[in-house]
């Protein structure tokens, strides 16, 4: 039996602690999307962000109008550690660690000032981590630390609500400040948008219990990444599987090929992080997204599995099982899952492939030679930024098998037609757009292969006039979204 005098009280240094918490790995879009899941907890209906830039008197302000705190459970929720993960929680609860409202925070700025009202009273807590650093001592106060804080607060107009207001933005706004900081600053509030849009998604679509929430004065719109709306999307059914006696729910969706979206269908549907980037899994716990995209290091991202999406939703009694993180922004399937998921994947990357490559041939009668290459395309949908545009499978058996036929030179002939014929190919042409204004890529390695392969062709078959095949080259749109300079660049150091 443990005896009083074996034990000592170890307590946490202040100062070093918080400095730690600080480097959990937020950023600001999943910051703020911490901090919005203890609005929903509260049952708020309307959630009103203000993001605003002031230098260093920058400022975050997230108001709800959720059911408030009494004093008892605000000095519990300004707590680190406030809550046991091991508890059991609500099924609809997104809370998990008691860490959230804080961590979120203080990953953002030094001063976490919480006005809370619940039964016509309001109370008030303040996190003051400049304070912490010079005292070292776990100490919060009752109230706001100056009157521009509590000017920043305002009021609760609601019968119950809370403000969090998040100052002194160390990690958002740094020194020096100019123009291009302000700039950085008006983009950040673009992606957040963007993100809210998409992991609350579900919450801001609902006709019953629906969710708004408003970023400096603009109502967010929901993303939903399964493109539901369009009757071109194939909609698999549900899968339910029981995962350590907690339910799991898949469902693959198949968006519509291209050609049945318009230009604006097409930049919604391809979502905040762009085709590549949205392809895969998305992991749902209670309506909350956690993952948006990827292959859970299953597959890897490939062009024609863009159109693939798999919703899966897991409840909250399955975090541990899951790995979810502290952020809610990481999710590791069960080594029971993983076999399910990648028979589940392997089906919608197949599904993708056959909306994605629009086949051209069809096949021919009998046991030909040719029945060999009926099922490879001849196509290739290329994602760039400018665009879908259109490439020659140069992998068909058919083209491989000539290829060995042909030497060097011939095939390095036969490699500038293809060029040429992609280039003008009435597909590409239409899919070029025009351009508002040049914002310009780097030349990546395929490109970079295929100017050395063109400028070689160029001086072996031409007057080895260096200006005239640079000119030519520079011609091309394929390369259109190049700076002309570091191209121009490029051809000469390799000349």
Sequence with gaps: MTKIEDTEISIPSAAPLIGSLRSIGYDLETAIADIVDNSIDAGCKNIDITMNWDEDGSFIRILDDGSGMDRESLTAAMKLGSKNPESIRNKSELGRFGMGLKTASFSLGKRLTVLTKKNQTTNIRCWDLDYIAKENKWEIFLFPRDEIS????????????????????????????????????????????????????????????KIYISLNGNLVEGWDPFFNK????????????????????????ILPHFSKLTEQEYEQAGGPKGWSAQQG??????????????WLGLFNREDSANLARIEIDIQNDADFEWNIDIKKSKATPPSEMKAILEKIGAEARRLSHEVYYRR??????????????????????VSKNSGIHFRINKKHT???????????????????????????????????????????????????QNVL??????????????????????????????????LKKFIVENW
């Design 360 to 381: 051209t041939v069809t096949g021919v009668g009998g046991r030909s030679t040719l029945q060999l290459y009926q099922d490879e395309y001849l196509w290739e949908q």
């Design 281 to 294: 899994f998305y992991i749902y716990r209670n309506k909350r997204m956690l993952i948006s995209g990827g």
């Design 150 to 209: 509590i000017e920043r607060l305002g009021d609760i107009e609601t019968e119950s609500g809370t403000v969090v207001l998040i100052e002194q933005l160390d990690r958002v706004v740094k020194e020096p400040f100019s123009t291009a900081k302000q700039k950085s600053f008006f983009n950040k509030i673009g992606k957040v948008r963007s993100h809210l849009g998409m992991i609350f998604h579900r919450y801001l679509s609902r006709i019953d219990k």
């Design 453 to 486: 392969q063109i400028t070689q062709l160029l001086k072996d078959t031409t007057e080895n006039n260096q200006d005239i095949i640079i000119q030519h080259i520079l011609s091309f749109e394929t390369f259109s979204s190049i700076d002309p300079k570091e």
């Design 230 to 253: 369009s009757f071109a999307t194939l909609i698999r059914p549900v899968d339910q599987y029981m995962i350590y006696d907690s339910p799991v729910s898949v469902r693959i969706s």
């Design 398 to 448: 058919l083209l491989r098998e000539i290829r060995k036929e042909l030497d060097e030179k011939l095939n390095n002939k036969l490699d500038y037609y293809f060029l040429l014929l992609e280039e003008y190919s009435p597909g590409n042409l239409y899919a070029y757009p025009t351009k508002a204004e040049e914002k310009y890529i780097e030349l990546d390695k395929e490109q970079q």
